[in-house]
């Protein structure tokens, strides 16, 4: 199936312009599927799906999975649907969302491999910040120099969630108060899909890197998660309501500009299982 769409900025990101009907249609989600692992990010400008098109759309793409229905805030009732908001009155442990404000793939720290796709759906959009960004792993790998490329082969990295919330700590949260606190993950730094592409594991939840002094790694994973998060390799997505964005989750980082917590800022995700474990 052709699909109508137009690349955002060079290196990430398509725009695609389709009916509600089409999120129905299994070889429109192939479509979509292949486009993705080319883009990374693909947006549909105000489609305004609801909750049972953009599940029948996920289910379309892979195998649904909720990786965080156990998590602070997340609905065990709630169908696989993770509403992402700070509001008080709707998740009683917002603190868990505040993460998402520091660049990061998510479910690096799970038994099963992150999921290959995250879907989004804004449901109401904060007046100030909010933004979502995004940057191609892949893109941010391949555009490295050979002799950087040499130095980081074999090189490998400890992910822990305590890292990824360090910042978040500080905002009178204690370690006790966190689920999973505890998890963690030894990952290469460069990832080597099934496909022989390579991309660019980094991200906030990089503690540092195994057999290489503390401060080295700390400063080499500073320097590549800058790189990674350059313009040409990032997008920044200015929300409006009805929005729904596809990312690859397993190729992209992202994060969240950050907004008032009484704005009723609400997103509603869903998530595809990867097929493939990082190696
Ligand atoms: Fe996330």
């Given at each position: 199936m052709e699909l109508n769409t137009e690349h955002i900025k060079p290196l990430i990101g398509s725009r695609i312009h389709a009916s509600r009907?089409?999120?129905a249609n299994p070889e429109f989600a192939a479509a979509c599927r292949e486009l993705l692992d080319e883009?990374?990010?693909?947006?549909?400008?105000?489609?305004?799906?609801?909750?049972?098109?953009?599940?029948?759309?996920?289910?379309l793409f892979g195998e649904r999975v909720n990786f965080v229905k156990q998590a602070p805030g997340g609905e065990a009732a709630a169908r696989d649907v993770y509403k992402i908001?700070?509001?008080?009155?709707?998740?009683?442990?917002?603190?868990?969302v505040?993460?998402?404000?520091?660049w990061h793939m998510d479910g690096v720290m799970e038994t099963f491999p992150p999921p290959l796709a995250s879907l989004l759906t804004a449901r109401s959009v904060a007046?100030?910040?909010?933004?979502?960004?995004?940057?191609?792993?892949?893109?941010?790998y391949e555009h490295l120099p050979d002799a950087d490329k040499a130095e980081?082969?074999?090189?490998?990295?400890?992910?822990?969630?305590?890292?990824?919330?360090?910042?978040?700590?500080?905002?009178?949260?204690?370690?006790?108060?966190?689920?999973?606190?505890?998890?963690?993950?030894?990952?290469?730094l460069v990832w080597t899909h099934e496909d022989g592409r390579k991309s660019l594991l980094v991200g906030t939840t990089a503690e540092?890197?195994?057999?290489?002094?503390?401060?080295?790694?700390?400063?080499?994973?500073?320097?590549?998660?800058?790189?990674?998060?350059?313009?040409?390799?990032?997008?920044?997505?200015?929300?409006a309501e009805g929005d729904f964005v596809v990312w690859?989750?397993?190729?992209?980082?992202?994060?969240?500009i950050p907004y008032d917590r009484n704005s009723g800022r609400t997103m509603h995700r869903t998530s595809v299982l990867g097929t493939e474990a990082i190696r």
């Open positions: 009907a089409d999120f883009r990374i990010v693909l947006l549909f400008p105000g489609i305004g799906l609801d909750d049972d098109e953009q599940l029948a759309f996920t289910d908001t700070l509001d008080p009155k709707i998740n009683n442990a917002p603190e868990y505040l993460g998402t404000f520091f007046p100030r910040g909010g933004q979502t960004e995004f940057c191609n792993l892949y893109a941010a980081l082969e074999g090189l490998r990295v400890h992910h822990s969630v305590f890292a990824s919330i360090r910042g978040v700590l500080e905002l009178d949260v204690t370690p006790a108060d966190w689920q999973g606190i505890s998890k963690s993950n030894d990952h290469p540092r890197v195994l057999d290489m002094p503390l401060a080295e790694g700390r400063a080499l994973l500073v320097r590549l998660l800058e790189w990674a998060a350059q313009p040409d390799f990032s997008y920044r997505h200015e929300w690859k989750n397993s190729g992209a980082l992202h994060r969240v």
